[in-house]
């Protein structure tokens, strides 16, 4: 087999992110008690105070700090989920969620998404039969909770477990509570590619102090202590470089947001009058500005306009086509039809949008966005 490629950053292309970065300085001065105590992992000081950290910032109860945001998925499915659940879940999404319950030999069972809000359908879950499924893993699709509270609320009723994949959500805050203590858990990614990052990372979020502790266990490979293990765990502890990255990034991520906001506001304005594209329900609340998705009216146009600003160079992404129920090991999981997700799928396009992408990017960006939409007809 061969290698995968190696990710070069062509000079001169805008990418759909960039990654926000400290001052170095910032950086190194977190670095020199590792380069002292010789601490490089194993839940160290850093870890703990980039935990405590992002509790303080999300005002949840319990903040666990992982390697990666699939990890959490698959640590927090396995602790909530019965074996071999049928998972109710949302097809529009990046494939790390519903491998997550594929790789722990569960069962996704597919429903359409909201028209609107490109969440999960909350009606659809409610209509299914009440022995059909054993839990709901819901996705803040872009960042956006919508629906979350509904969920909480028909677990509750069914009493089956909800667990949210927040990959996308760190930094929104909603008006009706705490979003990271909704369901019985929320799974954060601090990839690189996200708004907020650690290098590479991840946590679950729980206001259950009990389901932490579980996490607290199975990511260090269900050891007890020195002469005990619990639990088949697994290794899924943040280093402390990545904390120490992710506790430098902390002190910045409401001004990075904010600089989001203006681009985010920037390019509605200069889209909006465009009547082919069709934008995102937003939930309630201050918004974080994770990505900045239009939808357009086919996947034709779509390609078209996604074409169009490739000549520019100009690297914007289709999040998330293909539906992860259209793959070939996924299939066998789709029994319905989701026409809402297809069409979502095949219009969506992710542009550029990162905390010091110029605006004067963003006006070329529309500009490519709103010539292609003409000359595809649309
Ligand atoms: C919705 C969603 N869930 C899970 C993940 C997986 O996170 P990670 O890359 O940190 O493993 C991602 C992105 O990477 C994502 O977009």
Redesign the pocket.
Known sequence: MGRAPVLSVAKGTTYVTRPSLPPLGEFVALLRPIWKSRVLTNNGPSVSRFEERLERYTKCRNVEALT??????EIAAKILFPLRATVATTPF??P??TN?LIWLGMKPRFFDIDPDTFNLDTALVAQSSNRSIDGILS???FGNPAGSLEFEALGRTRSIPVLF?A??ALGFHSPHGNLLERGDAS?L???A??HFHSF???AIATRNPSVAREVRLLRNFGIVSEEEVDTAGINAKMTEIQAVMGLANLRHIDRWIRARKIRFDLYRSLLESSEAIQYQRLDAGKYNYPYMPILLCSRRVRDRVFDALLRQRIRARK??YPLTSNLPYTRKYAHTRLPVATRVADGILTLPLYADLSLREVHRISACVRSAIRDAGS
């Open positions: 990666n945001g699939t990890l959490a998925l999404t990046f790390a969620t997550a996705v803040h699709v994949d990959a996308h799974t990614s601090f990839h590619t996200k590479e990372g991840g999040y998330f």
